[in-house]
C-alpha cells in the first residue's frame, strides 16, 4: 500500500460526459501527479501540482482540467468524453515539487467510456 | 526529445533464473534514469533510480541496474527470479522540460511484462 488513494476504483461513462477523479496523496506529501496509462499510448505524464500551484504539464488535452485543494487532495475533471479517453488514470504523489523525488502512485481509477 | 525503448513486450523466464530487461534511452547529456514495477492491479512502485556516480544501482527486491552511457543503456537485472517478480516493469527517463516549457517530467517505456515460469 503505497498511501495514494484514489477514487472511484471503476467509473463507467458516456461519450460527451463529464467525470471527476480524486486523488488523496500521502501525508506530508506536497506534490500530486497524474498520469494516462493506455493500450496504445502507454503510459503518459499529464500534470503536476505542488502545494496547490501547477508544476509541470504533460500534452494534456484542453478537455481535461486539475487542481489541488487546500487539504492537498487533488481532483482531474474529464469533460466531454471521447471513445479514446477510456484509460487508466493513476494519481502519484511525492514530498517535494522535483519531478525526480520518488513518485508514490496510487492504485488507479479505470475509467471507461462507452 | 527524450524517449525510452523497451524492446521487449514480454518475457518468460522460469523461477530461479536470471532475468535481464531491457532499456535504451534517448537523451543529449546524463539522464535521470528510472525502473518502476506495477503488479497486476496495483500502481507502479520504484525499484531504482540512476542520477549520477556509480553506474551499477541497487533497488528493492533484490534488483539491479546498470547505466551504460556508450549503449544508451539502463538494463534491469536480477540473479534469481521469483514467482512473485511476475508484473510489468517500466524503464523511465526525466525530461527537463515539459510541454509548453513547464517544469520537466517522467518519460515511460512502454512496459515489458514478464511471466514466471514454475
Known amino acids: 500500500d503505497s498511501g495514494v488513494t484514489q477514487t472511484p476504483k471503476h467509473l463507467i461513462t458516456a461519450t460527451g460526459q463529464r467525470v471527476t477523479l480524486r486523488c488523496s496523496p500521502r501525508s506530508g506529501d506536497l506534490s500530486v501527479y497524474w498520469y494516462q496509462q493506455s493500450l496504445d499510448q502507454g503510459l503518459q505524464f499529464l500534470i503536476q501540482y505542488y502545494n496547490g500551484e501547477e508544476r509541470a504539464k504533460g500534452n494534456i488535452l484542453e478537455r481535461f482540467s486539475a487542481q489541488q485543494f487546500p487539504d492537498l487532495h487533488s481532483e482531474l475533471n474529464l469533460s466531454s468524453l471521447e471513445l479514446g479517453d477510456s484509460a487508466l488514470y493513476f494519481c502519484?504523489?511525492?514530498?517535494?515539487?522535483?519531478?525526480?523525488?520518488?513518485?508514490?502512485f496510487g492504485p488507479g481509477t479505470r475509467l471507461t467510456v462507452l | 526529445a527524450q524517449s525510452v525503448t523497451q524492446p521487449d513486450i514480454h518475457i518468460t523466464v522460469s523461477e530461479g533464473a536470471s532475468l535481464e530487461l531491457r532499456c535504451n534511452y534517448s537523451y543529449g547529456a546524463t539522464p535521470y534514469l528510472f525502473w518502476y514495477v506495477q503488479s497486476p492491479g496495483q500502481g507502479l512502485q520504484l525499484l531504482l533510480k540512476?542520477?549520477?556516480?556509480?553506474?551499477l544501482v541497487q533497488g528493492i527486491k533484490g534488483f539491479e541496474a546498470e547505466f551504460k552511457r556508450s549503449q544508451s543503456s539502463f538494463n534491469l537485472r536480477k540473479p534469481s527470479v521469483h514467482w512473485s517478480d511476475a508484473a510489468e516493469y517500466f524503464c523511465?527517463?526525466?525530461?527537463?522540460?515539459?510541454?509548453?516549457?513547464?517544469?520537466?517530467?517522467?518519460?515511460f517505456g512502454k512496459g515489458t511484462k514478464l511471466s514466471v515460469k514454475p
Open positions: 540512476y542520477f549520477s556516480g556509480d553506474t
Open positions: 523511465a527517463v526525466g525530461s527537463p522540460r515539459g510541454y509548453g516549457g513547464s517544469q520537466g517530467n517522467l518519460i
Open positions: 502519484a504523489s511525492s514530498a517535494s515539487e522535483q519531478y525526480t523525488d520518488t513518485q508514490y
